[in-house]
């Protein structure tokens, strides 16, 4: 499985941005595809998740009301809407695709090489 993110980029604090993650190779027994952000020095955490066989979504509190994310079954490809986007934000972001969805980096198998979110 291969994860290719795009849509990073530098947004004034306010301003809006929209994450692109396209997967490809074995992804059928992918059940879960999620957005995880970290800063250097601090750990990884999560911010939003989808069940790819259905609508059920899951969102960090730290980002909850703020964050869509949403995915195109036909295209393989999952969003991330990032709203009202704060100084705090400011992160790698990572596309990564797992078995059981939730919001747990440890149940996800396959990580993209992320793409870097600066809000200022």
């Known amino acids: 499985v291969q994860l290719v993110e795009s849509g990073g980029g530098l947004v004034q604090p306010g301003g809006s941005l929209r994450l692109s993650c396209t997967a490809s190779g074995w992804i059928y027994s992918m059940n879960c595809m999620g957005w995880f952000r970290q800063v250097p020095g601090k750990e990884r955490e999560a911010v939003a998740a989808i069940y790819t066989g259905g609508e059920d979504t899951y969102y960090a509190d730290s980002v909850k009301g703020r964050a869509i994310i949403s995915q195109d079954n036909a295209t393989n490809t999952v969003y991330l809407q990032l709203n009202t986007l704060k100084p705090e934000d400011t992160a790698t972001y990572y596309c990564?695709?797992?078995?059981?969805?939730?919001?747990?980096?440890?149940?996800?198998?396959?990580w993209g090489q992320g793409t870097q979110v600066t809000v200022s």
């Open positions: 990564a695709a797992g078995t059981l969805p939730s919001l747990n980096s440890a149940h996800f198998d396959y």
